[in-house]
């Protein structure tokens, strides 16, 4: 049974880095069926996919276009594990944040079949 | 504003069918297969129902079914249980710019 575990803090200060970690346990982030992608919800933009990392003989990395000056996630292979960088946070950015894995093998990369539980987090001063 | 367009509200009694329509461009829905739906109860993540506009994840009951007609794709839940009261969220594959877009939700009540 795959889990993804997500920690990180609840609240981060305007022009600061928010930063998340999506752990994972029952897959690998290096699986080659896989992809690992970082969602976030509010009541003002709804869900909106951020980004996904994902490992085809070399790693790939993919941003939602509105995001890609500010974003980053990269894989940790020593820990089962990826990560969300946003920097140069706004209020704007307040929300629910989501990891959640693609299965390009057995569903779809773009039907996310496990997510973590959530976390959410405040961007304000 | 979310990308795709969802009705904010859908209702129905316990055994009766509703239908959920998500509507978007050529460019996402209309292109491409990939259309998928989400169930989420309050506080809680998001629940993969379908894929691929019509392929149910194992687990998932057959009472849930989706389809596509040009740009709308759409979820159907028939012999409708309490349970099944939730949001419901689409999303669908939108070209190698964009990636993946959503819908804005659904709140499906059962009256």
């Known amino acids: 049974q795959v889990q993804l575990q997500q920690s990180g803090p609840g609240l981060v200060k305007p022009s600061q880095t928010l930063s998340l970690t999506c752990a994972i346990s029952?897959?690998?982030?290096?699986?080659?069926?896989?992809?690992w992608n970082w969602i976030r919800q509010s009541p003002s933009r709804g869900l909106e996919w951020l980004g996904r990392?994902?490992?085809?003989?070399?790693?790939?990395?993919d941003y939602a276009v509105s995001l890609k000056s500010r974003i980053t996630i990269n894989p940790d292979t020593s820990k089962n594990q990826f990560s969300l960088q946003l920097n140069f946070v706004t209020p704007d950015d307040t929300a629910v944040y989501y990891c959640?894995?693609?299965?390009?093998?057995?569903?779809?990369?773009?039907?996310?079949?496990?997510w973590g539980q959530g976390t959410r987090v405040t961007v304000s001063s | 504003q979310s990308a795709l367009t969802q009705p904010p509200s859908a209702s129905g009694s316990p055994g009766q069918s509703v239908t959920i329509s998500c509507t978007g461009t050529?460019?996402?829905?209309?292109?491409?297969?990939?259309v998928s739906w989400y169930q989420q109860h309050p506080g809680k993540a998001p629940k993969l129902m379908i894929f691929?506009?019509?392929k149910r994840p194992s687990g998932v009951p057959d009472r849930f079914s989706g389809s596509k007609s040009g740009n709308t794709a759409s979820l159907t839940v028939s012999g409708l249980q309490a349970e099944d009261e939730a949001d419901y969220y689409c999303?669908?594959?939108?070209?190698?710019?964009?990636?993946?877009?959503f819908g804005g939700g659904t709140k499906l009540t059962v009256l």
């Open positions: 959640a894995r693609g299965n390009c093998g057995t569903t779809s990369c773009w039907g996310f079949d496990y």
């Open positions: 029952g897959d690998s982030v290096s699986s080659n069926s896989a992809t």
């Open positions: 990392t994902y490992y085809r003989s070399k790693w790939y990395n």
């Open positions: 050529r460019s996402d829905v209309g292109g491409y297969n990939y």
């Open positions: 691929e506009v019509s």
């Open positions: 999303n669908s594959y939108a070209g190698s710019n964009n990636f993946v877009v």
